[in-house]
């Protein structure tokens, strides 16, 4: 049987992810967490979560780059707030889950399940059209979990179909959406020569 | 009080959340106020944004408020909760960082728009509630929805994080609506907590347990049926309860019942496109 290792060397961590998140808007409450676990009791879906939120905020401190960014309770953060609002030390945990999912995706090192697929879906279509089309994302998302909800999936869209609330061959979408594009590739290009 | 307001519906007004644009406009037609819908809008960004681009994101929301506020002086009606975090988010961050700021007007200015952070963003349950008055709606009821028992049921964004719409631990403006249209609102424990969100799609072993946990809550507490202030909310009580093998109980709007109040009937309040229909409590006709 081989030997395995469960705890890490101090030299196998990322020391700089502490200060690397610090540095994200809003970062510097990291510091403020006193560790009571008020964020995990109040989250309504710690019980599911791989890393309570109180142990994610821990992790970042100690430098678990990749514990973290992998973490699979990071997409399971509904961003109900719920522990924003408890934290006696005012840290915005919601908010280090968002920051945490942004450097989960730009590393290449997230947890693959649906949500992320989900979000970058969503990010396009709105890319494409401004606007999302409700029933256009359920379909993408049934055609990608497969058919094993496929008889309950098409049950409820045939019910919101005859009550008018899911037209299949509608996409909602801007009358001019590159008016949205302009403004978000004048945000991407480095600033022009006297523009603040 | 102007009396006219900038509606940001949101994509979701447009989609499954359709009865709640009806019913928004209706009761709002029905009151006398005006509702204006801001020009060729754009995605709130939601959450996944967020997610994703955190500059974008408020990019993305700030655009609204920069074509809203080519009409000085008028607030923002956003009834979909998540869009009205959405832009209250951003305008918050553009308050909080000078440089966000500054990148985000430039990109804005760019494409010929001009942000300066006046317009306000409200949500149309604290626009009925502060602008007209709980007193105000009274005189106003004509059909008053007696021995109808409703669960007021807040949702996250319009209370957390920032208590823009009331109290993030007791909130009460919900129950005033209700209490106004004559109905009585019911106690029970789970008023703001989550509905499952996106997780009923993305994690429905997740997602649909926290659904159910606050179907049984409403129906255990014995309510006529769940009234509801976000679209995202309406939907995950509503159409999953099929799957979850529970009895039904209708969920409705806040504004669909605000409206049979004011005698506005069941079509103009969008109750013939709810999947779960309203039992009239006798002497209750639409």
């Not at chain 2, 964004?157 to 403006?173: G, M, N």
């Not at chain 2, 806040?254 to 506005?264: I, K, N, S, W, Y």
Request: contains cysteine.
């Amino acid at each position: 049987m081989d030997a395995v290792r469960t705890v890490k060397y101090e030299e196998e961590l990322d020391a700089g992810f502490a200060s690397e998140v610090a540095a994200l808007p809003g970062g510097a409450r990291l510091w403020d967490c006193i560790q009571c676990g008020t964020c995990s009791a109040t989250c309504p879906v710690s019980l599911y979560m791989d890393r309570t939120p109180r142990q994610i905020i821990g992790l970042i401190r100690a430098g678990f780059r990749d514990e973290v960014l992998r973490s699979r309770s990071i997409w399971i953060c509904t961003s109900c707030y719920a522990c924003t609002v408890e934290c006696p030390a005012q840290v915005p945990i919601t908010d280090f889950m968002f920051a945490l999912k942004r450097l989960a995706l730009q590393d290449e090192r997230y947890h693959r399940s649906l949500i992320p697929w989900v979000e970058r879906t969503f990010v396009k279509m709105v890319h494409a059209n401004g606007r999302l089309t409700e029933s256009r994302m359920g379909m993408k998302i049934a055609l990608r979990t497969g058919p094993r909800h496929w008889m309950s999936l098409a049950a409820m869209a045939w019910r919101l179909f005859r009550r008018g609330r899911l037209r299949p061959f509608h996409t909602e979408r801007m009358r001019d959406p590159e008016s949205l594009r302009a403004v978000l590739r004048a945000l991407k290009a480095p600033p022009r020569e006297g523009v603040a | 009080m102007s009396g006219e307001y900038l509606y940001y519906p949101g994509c979701s007004l447009k989609g499954a959340g359709a009865p709640y644009e009806r019913s928004l406009l209706a009761v709002f037609e029905r009151l006398g106020l005006r509702l204006v819908e801001i020009e060729d809008w754009n995605c709130c960004g939601a959450t996944a944004y967020l997610s994703v681009n955190a500059e974008t994101a408020v990019a993305l929301a700030v655009r609204n408020l920069a074509i809203a506020e080519r009409t000085a002086g008028r607030d923002v009606v956003a009834p979909c909760s998540g869009c009205f975090l959405s832009l209250t988010k951003a305008k918050r961050a553009l308050e909080e960082s000078p440089d966000l700021r500054a990148r985000v007007t430039s990109a804005l200015g760019q494409a010929s728009l001009a942000y300066r952070g006046t317009a306000r963003i409200r949500h149309p349950l604290e626009v009925l509630m502060t602008d007209l008055g709980p007193a105000e709606l009274r005189k106003r009821i004509v059909r008053p929805l007696k021995n109808l028992r409703l669960a007021p049921y807040y949702g996250c964004a319009i209370l957390r994080p920032y208590e823009e719409v009331d109290d993030a631990h007791t909130p009460t403006v919900l129950e005033e609506l209700v209490r106004s249209t004559g109905a009585t609102p019911i106690d029970y424990p789970y008023k703001s907590r989550c509905c499952g969100g996106m997780l009923t799609t993305g994690v429905p072993g997740i997602g649909l347990r926290l659904t159910e946990i606050l179907l049984d809550a409403a129906l255990e507490a014995k309510a006529d049926a769940l009234v509801t202030t976000c679209p995202l909310c309406q939907y995950n009580l509503e159409v999953f309860q099929g799957r979850l093998k529970k009895p039904r109980l209708p969920i409705l709007y806040f504004t669909q019942v605000l409206g049979l109040a004011l005698g506005l009937d069941e079509t103009a309040v969008g109750l013939d496109q709810m999947l779960w229909r309203l039992p009239l409590a006798p002497g209750v006709t639409a």
